[in-house]
């Protein structure tokens, strides 16, 4: 690839935030029809991946970056193969639908600017997801995806619920998250490669460490939790508080796929095995049939569509786990067109939503008239996640039933999990289809009209995408499936499965599905009431459970904050010293490395003198009757060490330390000033004493850390290196402020942004405490 | 405190003061000195004028409120690190130049304001603790 290529993908993986960033302007600037200029973004970006089809489709995978950070070999590196592909592809084709989907949606919303930039910056998460070839850029991006999923759950702030669904969502997937991290870092280890082209090359290394199952359930709980496996699903169907471009998007098409991805990404290196080839298809199936059974119960649409997308995704985990070409083959189909016909009736929900102001099901109906091309979107979506030929959904299904049959019982028992997942699918699909378009129409959504294009463009184009890939299923199996398939699976696949169906086992479990569902959806009211009757019994799900633990959680750290910080200043000072005073003193005592009483040096009569000062402010701190002749007195003694730094030949440290004894003595007292004590020193003479003795260890400890400190062998070299260079290098005589200014600016930047910080907090704290004067004092409060 | 006396001398004291801080500041690349001490010695001048004369007449002898005085110095800190990176060399290089200036040799560097940031978060930060705090006091 060539430097061109190189940056114009590097530029395609930026241009969502840079997109980001310009969004606020341009929805002042042009309200709701930015939508047209910002979906540029993500149509250039698709048509920029699009260009790699052929070169991916021969089958070699592109990679291309840049070095990050050489000295730990951390790159910003990308990967491009059939996997990453699709997903980039999928994430910026339906990325532009829904950039203009959101335009109609939120028209005229006050934060219709904000929506767009946090759209937008997840878009460029999810694209950096899927293409990144470093681990740490992998985590990176995976976490950025939570957090603009947190933003965009609780785009409508106001409401609890948003705010509560999305904390939920962080939570479940923050863990997540760094589970996955563990487990990168794992893999790291292992097989000391980073970047998971390079992993993919090692074979059997993974599968052959002792560690591979340590891996595999840290790599797992990052996946479980981001494509909302059971019993960590709660958090999607609750996520559906996000306005409905956020659901279509990242609740279904995209972002909750990052897992499943993840799963696919590392089959070829982690597959195969016992433990995969058990616990994935376990959970999914599980997942599969949790979600289609909550999904019957459901009469608000978007709930609906949500729980049947974590069937999906459990699908996808057991097809991905089953492990053999042909279930991945099913997986790689069922996951292009799951994302094509769901994104197409989230939208269309929305659209219902939006034009008839209801989303319950049972109050709709009638809406064909009113809304012909929602109606027929509506449709071939349903028809494709029916799985009814000729449609994308439907290649997908024969698949997946001839990749389980019945060769044993696990694959018998699979396909059955299977079948009954989908005949449910399928009744929820048409349930959304043809529910609120069929029938009588009430009188609440008579007023229903058709959509503006903004709205239907994107369920049209990829409900009729879903048609037109299957029937040229050829150019689809060439440039997307197989490629795909052959990345998940780590060998050459090729996919041929075609819209003309076949008689065999797999198109009699399709027809056995389809009349089951059919059967179903004739009893959807009356198994809705029995699931809603079975579920108000248990009582209690994992939504529930998660409350319980976050309350458990919130009560044991008030619990143990009522313990250790219980607010008395004294207890506080006493434990902390006393630490101190353990800290300086056991270490010696233990290892028997108490310091070698030095010979008394022989001073001069001022460096007596000075001594004497010092010993003399110490000794009226202890006996001080109030507490101001205290601070002051601590002073003296403060300035006596400034004095002895002086003499001693370092006139910047006395210098420094003259300032700080001065300020700290003015704060000291003006706190005082502050906190409204009697002046007068009122503690018991044994108080005192501890308080004096505790002071006394301190400074014995570190006064024998000192002697310690200097009878050891002093290394010369970079004070030798700092003299030396001081002069030559930073043109600087004083190497104490050239050290400060130049060698080690870093720390200074660092430390005097500590400055800063502590400032702003103690005048938080202050204003905090005079909060009631403050309405005496207009001036102050505005300073 | 507000003797007459403390109150004549303190605007002199105070201007001296910040003055001498100044001069600290600038000499402090070869001789004892620097940002961080002149900071303290100009923070100890405000709050000598402060005590003296209130807190008002230190406000608005200062214009801006010393928090942004301090967050302005960080700013300065960080982006005199910045200059190094068209030269190609790491963040908070010292680079230097001469100018020549009324037959004068003027040395400027990056690292010279490097340490007025420093000396300006140092005024800033702990001028307005000692402010906020002295505010109360002359109620």
């Given at each position: 690839?060539?430097?061109?290529?190189?940056?114009?993908?590097?530029?395609?993986?930026?241009?969502?935030?840079?997109?980001?960033?310009?969004?606020?302007?341009?929805?002042?600037?042009?309200?709701?029809?930015?939508?047209?200029?910002?979906?540029?973004?993500?149509?250039?970006?698709?048509?920029?991946?699009?260009?790699?089809?052929?070169?991916?489709?021969?089958?070699?995978?592109?990679?291309?970056?840049?070095?990050?950070?050489?000295?730990?070999?951390?790159?910003?590196?990308?990967?491009?193969?059939?996997?990453?592909?699709?997903?980039?592809?999928?994430?910026?084709?339906?990325?532009?639908?829904?950039?203009?989907?959101?335009?109609?949606?939120?028209?005229?919303?006050?934060?219709?600017?904000?929506?767009?930039?946090?759209?937008?910056?997840?878009?460029?998460?999810?694209?950096?997801?899927?293409?990144?070839?470093?681990?740490?850029?992998?985590?990176?991006?995976?976490?950025?995806?939570?957090?603009?999923?947190?933003?965009?759950i609780?785009?409508?702030?106001?409401?609890e619920a948003s705010r509560r669904a999305a904390i939920q969502a962080l939570v479940v997937t923050?863990l997540g998250?760094?589970?996955?991290?563990?487990?990168?870092?794992?893999?790291?280890?292992?097989?000391?490669?980073?970047?998971?082209?390079?992993?993919?090359?090692?074979?059997?290394?993974?599968?052959?460490?002792?560690?591979?199952?340590?891996?595999?359930?840290?790599?797992?709980?990052?996946?479980f939790t981001k494509s909302a496996q059971f019993p960590l699903h709660f958090w999607l169907p609750n996520a559906m508080e996000?306005?409905?471009?956020?659901?279509?998007?990242?609740h279904?098409?995209?972002?909750v796929?990052?897992?499943?991805?993840?799963?696919?990404?590392?089959?070829?290196?982690?597959?195969?095995?016992?433990?995969?080839?058990?616990?994935?298809?376990l959970f999914g199936g599980a997942t599969l049939l949790v979600g289609t059974l909550l999904a019957v119960r459901q009469t608000d649409?978007k709930l609906m569509l949500a729980y049947t997308t974590v069937a999906s995704l459990g699908?996808?985990?057991?097809?991905?786990?089953?492990?053999?070409?042909?279930?991945?083959?099913?997986?790689?189909?069922?996951?292009?067109?799951?994302?094509?016909?769901?994104?197409?009736?989230?939208?269309?929900?929305?659209?219902?939503?939006?034009?008839?102001?209801?989303?319950?099901?049972?109050?709709?109906?009638?809406?064909?008239?009113?809304?012909?091309?929602?109606?027929?979107?509506?449709?071939?979506?349903?028809?494709?996640?029916?799985?009814?030929?000729?449609?994308?959904?439907?290649?997908?299904?024969?698949?997946?039933?001839?990749?389980?049959?019945?060769?044993?019982?696990?694959?018998?028992?699979?396909?059955?999990?299977?079948?009954a997942g989908?005949?449910l699918?399928?009744?929820i699909?048409?349930?959304?289809?043809?529910?609120?378009?069929?029938?009588?129409?009430?009188?609440?959504?008579?007023?229903?009209?058709?959509?503006?294009?903004?709205?239907?463009?994107?369920?049209?184009?990829?409900?009729?995408?879903?048609?037109?890939?299957?029937?040229?299923?050829?150019?689809?199996?060439?440039?997307?499936?197989?490629?795909?398939?052959?990345?998940?699976?780590?060998?050459?696949?090729?996919?041929?499965?075609?819209?003309?169906?076949?008689?065999?086992?797999?198109?009699?479990?399709?027809?056995?599905?389809?009349?089951?569902?059919?059967?179903?959806?004739?009893?959807?009211?009356?198994s809705r009431a029995l699931m809603d009757r079975i579920l108000t019994t248990i009582g209690w799900g994992p939504d529930q459970g998660f409350d319980q633990v976050i309350r458990g959680l919130?009560?044991?750290?008030?619990?143990?904050?009522?313990?250790?910080?219980?607010?008395?200043?004294?207890?506080?000072?006493?434990?902390?010293?006393?630490?101190?005073?353990?800290?300086?003193?056991?270490?010696?005592?233990?290892?028997?490395?108490?310091?070698?009483?030095?010979?008394?040096?022989?001073?001069?009569?001022?460096?007596?003198?000075?001594?004497?000062?010092?010993?003399?402010?110490?000794?009226?701190?202890?006996?001080?009757?109030?507490?101001?002749?205290?601070?002051?007195?601590?002073?003296?003694?403060?300035?006596?060490?400034?004095?002895?730094?002086?003499?001693?030949?370092?006139?910047?440290?006395?210098?420094?330390?003259?300032?700080?004894?001065?300020?700290?003595?003015?704060?000291?007292?003006?706190?005082?000033?502050?906190?409204?004590?009697?002046?007068?020193?009122?503690?018991?003479?044994?108080?005192?004493?501890?308080?004096?003795?505790?002071?006394?260890?301190?400074?014995?400890?570190?006064?024998?850390?000192?002697?310690?400190?200097?009878?050891?062998?002093?290394?010369?070299?970079?004070?030798?290196?700092?003299?030396?260079?001081?002069?030559?290098?930073?043109?600087?005589?004083?190497?104490?402020?050239?050290?400060?200014?130049?060698?080690?600016?870093?720390?200074?930047?660092?430390?005097?942004?500590?400055?800063?910080?502590?400032?702003?907090?103690?005048?938080?704290?202050?204003?905090?405490?005079?909060?009631?004067?403050?309405?005496?004092?207009?001036?102050?409060?505005?300073? | 405190?507000?003797?007459?006396?403390?109150?004549?001398?303190?605007?002199?004291?105070?201007?001296?003061?910040?003055?001498?801080?100044?001069?600290?500041?600038?000499?402090?690349?070869?001789?004892?000195?620097?940002?961080?001490?002149?900071?303290?010695?100009?923070?100890?001048?405000?709050?000598?004028?402060?005590?003296?004369?209130?807190?008002?007449?230190?406000?608005?002898?200062?214009?801006?409120?010393?928090?942004?005085?301090?967050?302005?110095?960080?700013?300065?800190?960080?982006?005199?690190?910045?200059?190094?990176?068209?030269?190609?060399?790491?963040?908070?290089?010292?680079?230097?130049?001469?100018?020549?200036?009324?037959?004068?040799?003027?040395?400027?560097?990056?690292?010279?304001?490097?340490?007025?940031?420093?000396?300006?978060?140092?005024?800033?930060?702990?001028?307005?603790?000692?402010?906020?705090?002295?505010?109360?006091?002359?109620?």
């Amino acid at each position: 690839m060539g430097t061109g290529a190189q940056s114009m993908t590097f530029f395609a993986l930026v241009l969502p935030f840079l997109a980001a960033l310009a969004a606020p302007a341009l929805t002042k600037a042009f309200k709701h029809n930015a939508a047209w200029i910002l979906a540029l973004a993500p149509a250039w970006i698709f048509f920029h991946f699009a260009g790699f089809l052929p070169e991916v489709a021969d089958g070699s995978g592109v990679t291309g970056g840049f070095q990050w950070v050489p000295s730990f070999n951390v790159n910003f590196s990308w990967f491009l193969d059939g996997l990453s592909l699709t997903f980039a592809l999928l994430i910026s084709g339906i990325g532009t639908f829904i950039v203009l989907y959101s335009g109609g949606y939120l028209k005229g919303h006050q934060h219709q600017g904000r929506f767009f930039s946090f759209i937008l910056m997840f878009m460029g998460a999810m694209q950096g997801l899927v293409v990144s070839d470093s681990f740490l850029m992998l985590f990176v991006f995976w976490e950025l995806t939570s957090i603009t999923s947190f933003l965009l759950i609780g785009f409508d702030h106001s409401r609890e619920a948003s705010r509560r669904a999305a904390i939920q969502a962080l939570v479940v997937t923050g863990l997540g998250g760094l589970s996955l991290l563990a487990g990168l870092l794992v893999i790291w280890n292992i097989t000391g490669y980073s970047e998971l082209s390079l992993l993919l090359l090692t074979k059997d290394a993974l599968r052959e460490s002792p560690f591979y199952l340590l891996a595999l359930v840290l790599v797992l709980g990052g996946a479980f939790t981001k494509s909302a496996q059971f019993p960590l699903h709660f958090w999607l169907p609750n996520a559906m508080e996000a306005p409905t471009p956020v659901s279509a998007y990242l609740h279904s098409a995209t972002m909750v796929k990052a897992g499943v991805y993840l799963v696919m990404r590392l089959n070829p290196v982690m597959g195969e095995t016992v433990a995969w080839e058990t616990i994935l298809p376990l959970f999914g199936g599980a997942t599969l049939l949790v979600g289609t059974l909550l999904a019957v119960r459901q009469t608000d649409l978007k709930l609906m569509l949500a729980y049947t997308t974590v069937a999906s995704l459990g699908l996808l985990v057991m097809l991905t786990g089953f492990g053999s070409d042909k279930a991945v083959e099913a997986a790689a189909l069922y996951l292009i067109a799951h994302s094509l016909f769901k994104g197409t009736l989230f939208m269309v929900a929305g659209l219902i939503d939006h034009e008839a102001g209801s989303r319950d099901i049972t109050k709709l109906g009638g809406l064909r008239k009113a809304m012909p091309i929602t109606f027929a979107a509506a449709l071939l979506a349903a028809l494709s996640m029916g799985g009814l030929p000729p449609f994308t959904g439907f290649l997908a299904k024969e698949e997946i039933y001839a990749a389980l049959g019945f060769a044993d019982g696990w694959s018998g028992f699979l396909t059955l999990v299977a079948i009954a997942g989908n005949a449910l699918m399928f009744v929820i699909g048409f349930a959304v289809a043809l529910k609120p378009f069929l029938g009588d129409m009430p009188k609440s959504v008579e007023k229903a009209h058709e959509g503006p294009i903004l709205l239907w463009a994107g369920p049209a184009v990829l409900s009729v995408l879903g048609l037109v890939l299957a029937i040229f299923s050829g150019v689809y199996h060439h440039y997307l499936s197989s490629p795909m398939s052959s990345a998940i699976a780590g060998n050459e696949i090729h996919v041929h499965i075609s819209v003309i169906p076949h008689m065999g086992m797999p198109l009699l479990l399709s027809v056995v599905t389809i009349a089951a569902g059919i059967a179903a959806y004739r009893m959807i009211d009356r198994s809705r009431a029995l699931m809603d009757r079975i579920l108000t019994t248990i009582g209690w799900g994992p939504d529930q459970g998660f409350d319980q633990v976050i309350r458990g959680l919130v009560r044991v750290a008030s619990g143990v904050t009522r313990v250790v910080h219980n607010g008395r200043l004294e207890v506080y000072m006493i434990v902390t010293f006393i630490l101190v005073a353990i800290a300086l003193i056991l270490p010696m005592l233990v290892f028997d490395e108490l310091p070698e009483m030095p010979e008394f040096p022989d001073l001069r009569y001022y460096e007596w003198a000075v001594l004497v000062i010092a010993v003399i402010g110490l000794g009226a701190v202890a006996n001080a009757n109030d507490r101001l002749t205290a601070i002051v007195c601590l002073g003296i003694q403060g300035f006596a060490v400034a004095l002895i730094f002086m003499l001693l030949g370092a006139p910047d440290l006395s210098f420094t330390q003259f300032m700080v004894e001065t300020l700290s003595v003015v704060i000291l007292a003006l706190v005082m000033t502050r906190l409204r004590l009697s002046p007068a020193d009122h503690r018991p003479p044994a108080e005192r004493f501890v308080d004096i003795s505790v002071a006394g260890l301190c400074g014995v400890g570190f006064g024998l850390l000192m002697l310690k400190v200097t009878q050891l062998p002093f290394d010369t070299t970079l004070s030798e290196f700092f003299n030396a260079n001081a002069r030559v290098i930073a043109h600087g005589r004083n190497v104490v402020n050239v050290i400060i200014v130049d060698f080690r600016g870093l720390d200074t930047l660092g430390e005097i942004a500590v400055v800063m910080i502590a400032g702003l907090a103690i005048l938080a704290l202050i204003r905090i405490r005079s909060g009631k004067t403050a309405t005496h004092d207009p001036e102050a409060e505005k300073a | 405190m507000r003797t007459v006396i403390f109150r004549t001398v303190a605007p002199y004291l105070t201007s001296l003061m910040v003055l001498f801080s100044i001069f600290v500041l600038l000499r402090g690349h070869n001789e004892p000195g620097g940002g961080f001490i002149g900071g303290l010695i100009a923070a100890s001048a405000f709050a000598i004028y402060g005590i003296a004369c209130g807190v008002q007449a230190v406000r608005r002898a200062i214009r801006f409120h010393p928090m942004a005085i301090s967050g302005a110095g960080l700013m300065m800190s960080a982006l005199s690190g910045v200059f190094s990176l068209p030269f190609d060399v790491p963040f908070l290089t010292g680079i230097w130049s001469q100018t020549d200036l009324f037959d004068l040799g003027i040395v400027l560097s990056t690292v010279l304001f490097f340490d007025v940031g420093v000396y300006l978060v140092v005024v800033g930060a702990i001028t307005s603790i000692a402010l906020a705090l002295e505010e109360r006091e002359t109620l």
